[in-house]
T-cell receptor, first 113, second 109 residues
Framework: DVKVTQSSRYLVKRTGEKVFLECVQD?????MFWYRQDPGLGLRLIYF???????EKGDIPEGYSVSREKKERFSLILESASTNQTSMYLC????????????FGQGTRLTVV | DAKTTQPPSMDCAEGRAANLPCNHS???????VYWYRQIHSQGPQYIIH???NNETNEMASLIITEDRKSSTLILPHATLRDTAVYYC??????????FGKGTRLHILP
């Protein structure tokens, strides 16, 4: 079974802190994605990566950056956390960009206080 | 923007077939229709996808109209565990996976 693992299920950080959310997949997938999910807004794509060291902006990249130094790991970075970044963050991976399904992690619920 | 339209919520009696509609009138010839669902407090789970032919797997069936402008996801014998938000997705530019608001399916005992 494909496994997408997010490093934390729950996280509480202070305003202004630098926050790292880690995601690891174990199936040699080319593509990885970061979403955030908020009530009433659904899942929104922050960034995705289709190869090591490659990244593309999604619909809401502001306030975030990403890092993909190894194929299996995709990190989401909040350079200076703010309260409006309190959200559920979901990581996903897929083998190719088309005609294959994406597998999601369980999510990290981040609270910025 | 999500390129699909789904009803915000639906009810279905336990044991009956749940038929979830999706409109995607601007779909282009090489775009696939995907369905995912998200059970409360979990990450989305892939269900099924198709291009133009109807598809069936152990979870569900996908019926795509001949003009490909709409589709229906069928859960043949709904159970309480099928209560979830169901997302219909069409792969759009750059092949990003863009989620809409989905349909909240309530299975009634």
């Amino acid at each position: 079974d494909v496994k997408v693992t997010q490093s934390s299920r729950y996280l509480v950080k202070r305003t202004g802190e630098k926050v790292f959310l880690e995601c690891v997949q174990d199936m040699d997938h080319e593509n990885m994605f970061w979403y955030r999910q908020d009530p009433g807004l659904g899942l929104r794509l922050i960034y995705f990566s289709y190869d090591v060291k490659m990244k593309e902006k999604g619909d809401i990249p502001e306030g975030y950056s990403v890092s993909r130094e190894k194929k299996e790991r995709f990190s989401l970075i909040l350079e200076s956390a703010s309260t409006n970044q309190t959200s559920m963050y979901l990581c996903a991976s897929s083998l190719t960009l088309v005609n294959t399904e994406a597998f999601f992690g369980q999510g990290t619920r981040l609270t910025v206080v | 923007d999500a390129k699909t339209t789904q009803p915000p919520s639906m009810d279905c009696a336990e044991g009956r077939a749940a038929n979830l509609p999706c409109n995607h009138s601007t779909i282009s010839g090489n775009e696939y229709v995907y369905w995912y669902r998200q059970i409360h407090s979990q990450g989305p789970q892939y269900i099924i996808h198709g291009l133009k032919n109807n598809e069936t797997n152990e979870m569900a069936s996908l019926i795509i109209t001949e003009d490909r402008k709409s589709s229906t996801l069928i859960l043949p014998h709904a159970t309480l565990r099928d209560t979830a938000v169901y997302y219909c997705i069409v792969r759009v530019r750059d092949d990003k996976i863009i989620f809409g608001k989905g349909t909240r399916l309530h299975i009634l005992p």
